[in-house]
């Protein structure tokens, strides 16, 4: 399962999650379009939707502009988390052996700028952990701490 598909099913790709994605190069021109066209059939009618949908003509930055329409404010750091999330567990679900998922932990350690929460994910952490079993816990955290960021974005007025 891809990341994004992971985010989808999981209801977590919201359009700041897209943005970003699309930012760091996970997310392609055509998932976008995909996006926004589930969006129109569950959400209806919304001209920025319909714009992005219909957007192939579309620069990326134009495309960046249009999707910037849809949110009113967002936190990175959560986005990346969420990402961070299904690449992880992406990791966690393959069928690689140990060693193939420890090097694929590390990529994901080094491509978000080495999150404290991970360093004993790391293969130089002196600290004796196995990082696949750290790989666990990782995961809990960060989906609770997901959890708890939805929870107070809802709330909030």
Known sequence: ???????????LARWPTILVGFK???????NIFDYAMSQLSSDGE??????????????NDELIEEISK????????????????AFLIKIKESSDCEETKINNIQCVY??????????SCSIYAHNN??????LNQVIENLKSRIQQ?????HSSP
């Not at 849809?70 to 961070?84: Q, S």
């Open 1 to 11: 399962m891809t990341p994004l598909k992971f985010l989808t099913e999981s209801n």
């Open 129 to 134: 952990i196995d990082p696949l079993l750290e």
């Open 110 to 119: 080094a491509d978000f700028n080495y999150p404290e929460d991970m360093s």
């Open 70 to 85: 849809k949110i009113t404010k967002y936190k990175e750091a959560i986005e990346l988390d969420k990402w961070r999330l």
């Open 24 to 30: 760091k190069n996970w997310v392609t021109r055509e």
């Open 149 to 153: 960021s939805d929870c107070h974005q």
């Open 46 to 59: 919304d001209e920025h939707t319909a714009v992005i949908a219909g957007g192939r003509h579309l620069s």
